[in-house]
């Protein structure tokens, strides 16, 4: 019998015990619908290997790690090439997440994986919203041709949740048409107490790493310059922390691009962020 220890691969400071958690992590390399730049499927694994570089304890939460409660269940395993098979396995096993009363938190992969996490939980809350992070609307009814794009995905979620429950913040890049929906439903947010119409309400919180600026953040699918700082960032998240959030999501993180391993670290820490506001 070998005595190790041995390294952990799993995030740090999880629970190694699911059933004794309260908050699920899975691992969601996808990026099957990727329109410019592909390799937010490898994500998970390196964001979890840098997770070892954080500190457990966040002084602006005044919060450890171990106080989250969440445990990392590990990547989820795609069929290469079938987007639809791809978003039911993800469907089924946030299904389950909800069924053993626990919330999910996703680490992408591409923003497509933020919808079947939307259908599983619609299935438990008839009334949530969705806070949305972002540089790009994703607000397109399709995408060349293809309506199971990262390019439509809000859309498609606000369909599930309605649009009067969508909050969407640091959005700088889109269509006419997508900044006349965010206009006519008042979703685009450029204050915290735009949130809090949402307060009352469970919400779902899903983060694109684009909405940080490229100068932050180059390892990403599509950089948009004239995004948020870090600080910008995890200011609103520490506004979130009062609010009654039923699940997230951290997505589009491209490790490759980066060689340095900065945006895997900034990502690292959105995620702890993240975690601390649940």
């Known amino acids: 019998m070998l005595k190790g220890p041995f390294l952990d691969r799993n995030w740090m400071g999880q629970n190694p015990e699911y059933e004794k958690s309260d908050i699920v992590m899975i691992g969601l390399p996808f990026d099957g619908t990727v329109s410019y730049r592909p390799g937010s499927r490898f994500a998970p694994e390196q964001i979890r290997l840098a997770s070892w570089g954080l500190e457990e304890y966040s002084d602006v939460f005044k919060r450890e790690l171990e106080d989250v409660n969440f445990h990392d269940a590990g990547d989820l395993e795609f069929p290469l090439g079938n987007t639809k098979k791809s978003l039911e396995i993800i469907k089924e096993n946030v299904r389950q997440i909800y069924s053993d009363g626990k919330r999910v938190f996703g680490i992408g992969g591409e923003h497509l994986v933020t919808l079947p996490e939307i259908q599983a939980i619609s299935e438990f809350y008839n009334d949530f919203g969705i806070i949305h992070f972002d540089a790009h609307t994703d607000l397109r009814e399709e995408y060349l041709g293809e309506k199971l794009s990262h390019a439509a995905v809000i859309r498609h979620c606000s369909k599930i949740v309605g649009a009067s429950n ?83 999501d951290v997505v589009e993180l491209a490790p490759d691009y980066d060689a340095s391993g900065s945006s895997t670290a900034v990502a690292t820490k959105v995620i702890r962020d993240m975690l601390m506001a649940m």
């Open 166 to 248: 969508l909050k969407q913040i640091g959005i700088r890049s889109g269509m006419r048409e997508e900044f006349d929906f965010m206009r006519e439903n008042n979703t685009l947010c450029e204050k915290y107490c735009d949130l809090d119409d949402l307060k009352n309400k469970k919400v779902f919180v899903t983060i694109d790493l684009d909405v940080l600026d490229p100068a932050l953040m180059p390892g990403t699918g599509t950089p948009e310059a004239g995004g948020m700082t870090f600080k910008e960032l995890e200011g609103w998240l520490y506004y979130l922390k009062d609010f009654d959030i039923i699940g997230a």
